[in-house]
């Protein structure tokens, strides 16, 4: 069964500070792997994705998420949060198996403290 | 940032009665989907289109249905609302390349 966990209900980073929001997977096949961000009272936003190519992908807002085959993990990094990143972050996994239907993790609420 | 609009943002209604959430895009995907998400919480599909005259269920059981008679045009409706419909609703699309673009949603509250 393809199905995408997201560890962490809740991260918190000081402001300035690095911040990693984990993802796994579980899919039979090549996964395509996305990243959204949700503020609050608002639909979902588009961050990055990884289809094929370089492992890391660098996508909106400074964010940057590295796909690792091995350990069948996408993980959200940014290097230096801010205030305004606090949301909803959702990783979501397709494949073939899934008629490229979009499987979404549970979601984790990152809170950036100033 | 897409264009994918949802009408009305926020409703708030009484039991028994039928409501219509529309959903238009203007990119001229395929693909059209609705989610139904609790505040906060994980997205849950309750229906998707692949294209004109194309509706499926999705994985959450739903006394909602949708219609696909454009492209641009996915409205879910509720016969006879009730307070357990009280959620978000989420309209997205995807063209080829799979990404989905979501609009701002539909808040309903049912009395």
């Known amino acids: 069964a393809q199905s995408v966990a997201q560890p962490e209900d809740q991260v918190n980073v000081a402001e300035g500070n690095p911040l990693t929001v984990k993802c796994t997977y579980s899919?039979?096949?090549?996964?395509?792997l996305f990243w959204y961000v949700q503020y609050p009272n608002r639909g979902l936003q588009f961050l990055l994705k990884?289809?094929?190519?370089d492992n890391l992908v660098k996508g909106s807002y400074g964010f940057e998420a590295e796909f690792n085959k091995s350990q069948t993990s996408f993980h959200l990094k940014k290097p230096s949060a801010l205030v305004s990143d606090s949301a909803l972050y959702f990783c979501a996994v397709s494949s073939m198996d899934s008629n490229y239907q979009l499987i979404w993790g549970a979601g984790t609420k990152l809170i950036i403290k100033p | 940032e897409a264009d994918i609009y949802q009408i009305p943002r926020y409703l708030v209604i009484g039991t028994g009665k039928k409501i219509t959430l529309e959903c238009s895009q203007t990119m001229g995907h395929d693909k059209m989907y609705w989610y139904q998400q609790d505040p906060g919480m994980e997205l849950h599909l309750i229906h998707y289109?692949?294209?004109?005259?194309?509706?499926e269920k999705g994985d959450l059981s739903s006394e909602s249905t949708v219609s696909r008679i454009r492209t641009e045009h996915f409205p879910l409706t509720l016969e006879s609302a009730r307070p357990s419909h009280t959620s978000q609703y989420l309209c997205a699309s995807s063209g080829v390349a799979d990404t989905q673009y979501f609009g701002p949603g539909t808040r309903l509250t049912v009395l």
């Open positions: 990884y289809i094929t190519g």
């Open positions: 289109s692949y294209g004109v005259n194309s509706t």
């Open positions: 899919v039979s096949g090549n996964p395509y």
